[in-house]
């Protein structure tokens, strides 16, 4: 049980959690996401694209880190351009880069508080909420052992952890499951259908499967731009035995890619 | 505080009577949860039934606290501390700005001819610390940091400050033994100290650092080194100077804090 702050009762004024248009973001010099149109509302959305899609850029631009090189981009109601006060949005916001650094020496306890504290989340209900999101992401009883000490699974757990520890009202998740073993992943996509009750889920991964078990909304881009947008039983229901893939969201993903490619050639 | 319920109705609630409505129910529960004698009353009340379903509750609950690990509650241990404020990796930054200001010392006291070389150095001092707490490859983190509201800014302020408070006395330490302006030791420090901040806006804080490093060993440290003489910069008379350019650079730092909004593409 834990006390309802009054940002969490306000009314939402927004009608989009992610509402991009004609996005553009720089990774170096080269133009990763180009021309971008998204609208993202509550629930659990899952970023599907092949390798060099622009599926990290475009995280990282929704997580703040990178600025937009051109276009619109309004998070949770809030313009997000080079001059906006990034706080309040950053407040409420939740990210698990692919890559995610630690200092080794932290125990999970200390690296979700610091987090918890870097998120300016009010100092009396770090512990509990710490406490929660550790639990949450079932790692309580490793809580007290350092980051060095984790295997991979439970770093990515870890990283979950201080992805939640603000109840985010926009949750970003890169390639959460990689590390993951088979019944971890399973209790991973429970804790996904829950999150995505009462916020926006990003999640960006190249499992197919995952997606079509966990999400209630399919994204698909390639060459930084959006190709497909709706929910897995379609995206199941666009292939055929005749597409790669063993399962029917796999054949859907492959066909949908190739009818795309297939028609930019043209 | 609402009116106390008669013992009657308390009896009905503990017995979970049926005709008793909702409203009433919610009244006595509302009532019972700031009110200790009512609560003792209610305890008074209960049935054997439900004293074996809470010694069962109780017997589950001690059972299950027994069994996950203690939350660490609100025990604020230094390693906390010291982690929020002092992030590891600048510690050998640290410890190397320490050894070489500790060499000059030891250098200016062996070696007679030399001019001060603490003072030359001091205005230094806290720069690769400043330098090293706002770079993307130094600190593992700076994806996760990046992306929360505390970036920005308030971390690289809070750095620097982190990197001041242990530079500063070193220097003061350094300075007593040999006997300079202790103000002259520590403007310049605080004005290169705002104007790495300055310069960071526009190319990023870690090329200001290493720039303003290179400046000064060019243009100060080395002719003096030549010369064998303090340079008029750091001369008695030029610390109402010193004074005033640190001042106004961590003023107009100060008014371009908006740039640190963001990791720029050359952090």
């Known amino acids: 049980m834990r006390a309802v702050s009054a940002v969490e009762t306000t009314a939402t004024t927004h009608a989009w959690a992610i509402h991009a248009e004609g996005l553009q973001v720089r990774a170096g010099r080269h133009l990763a996401v180009n021309g971008l149109d998204l609208t993202l509302t509550t629930g659990v959305h899952g970023l599907l694209g092949p390798n060099g899609a622009g599926k990290t850029t475009l995280m990282r631009a929704l997580a703040t880190v990178l600025a937009p090189a051109g276009g619109r981009l309004t998070l949770l109601g809030h313009p997000v351009d080079g001059r906006a006060d990034l706080r309040p949005v950053r407040r409420t916001l939740g990210y698990l880069p692919q890559h995610f650094g630690y200092y080794p020496r932290f125990t999970v306890r200390e690296f979700v508080g610091y987090m918890a504290w870097l998120k300016e989340m009010p100092k009396a209900g770090i512990p509990a909420a710490v406490q929660r999101a550790v639990d949450r992401v079932g790692l309580a009883a490793k809580a007290d052992a350092r980051l060095k000490t984790l295997s991979g699974g439970m770093l990515r757990r870890a990283g979950i952890a201080q992805a939640i520890v603000n109840d985010p009202r926009l949750l970003l998740l890169d390639e959460p499951t990689v590390g993951l073993d088979p019944e971890q992943r399973l209790d991973f996509r429970e804790l996904l259908r829950d999150l995505g009750t009462d916020s926006c889920v990003l999640v960006s991964t190249h499992l197919v499967e995952d997606v079509a078990a966990a999400c209630t909304d399919v994204v698909l881009v390639d060459e930084g731009r959006l190709v497909w947008q709706g929910s897995p039983e379609v995206l199941a229901a666009q292939g055929d035995q005749g597409h790669a893939g063993d399962s029917p969201a796999e054949r859907g993903y492959s066909a949908i890619l190739r009818q795309h490619r297939a028609e930019g050639g043209r | ?267």
């Open chain 2, 1 to 267: 505080m609402t009116t106390h319920p008669t013992l009657a109705q308390i009896g009905r609630y503990a017995t979970g009577d049926p005709t008793l409505d909702e409203p009433s129910v919610w009244t006595i529960e509302v009532h019972l949860e700031e009110c200790a004698d009512c609560r003792a009353r209610l305890a008074g009340s209960t049935t054997a039934d439900t004293r074996t379903t809470l010694d069962r509750v109780a017997a589950v609950l001690d059972r299950e606290i027994a069994a996950t690990p203690m939350p660490a509650g609100r025990s604020r241990s230094w390693s906390a501390l010291g982690n929020r404020w002092l992030v590891g990796t600048l510690l050998p930054w640290l410890g190397m700005t320490a050894g070489v200001l500790a060499c000059a010392a030891l250098l200016g006291v062996l070696w007679t001819g030399l001019p001060e070389l603490v003072l030359l150095i001091a205005p230094l001092a806290p720069l690769p610390g400043v330098a090293v707490a706002w770079h993307r490859r130094v600190d593992p983190a700076w994806e996760l940091i990046a992306a929360t509201p505390a970036a920005g800014l308030t971390t690289l302020l809070r750095r620097t400050a982190a990197v001041l408070a242990f530079v500063i006395p070193a220097l003061a330490l350094v300075g007593a033994g040999t006997g300079t302006s202790l103000a002259l030791m520590l403007l310049p420090c605080l004005a290169f100290t705002a104007a790495t901040l300055l310069l960071g806006t526009l190319v990023g804080v870690h090329r200001a650092a290493i720039g303003l490093i290179a400046i000064w060993t060019l243009a100060v440290i080395a002719p003096s080194l030549a010369t064998a003489r303090i340079p008029v910069l750091l001369a008695g008379e030029s610390t109402p100077t010193w004074a005033l350019v640190t001042v106004l650079l961590t003023a107009v730092a100060l008014l371009r804090i908006n740039a640190f909004r963001r990791l720029s593409q050359h952090d």
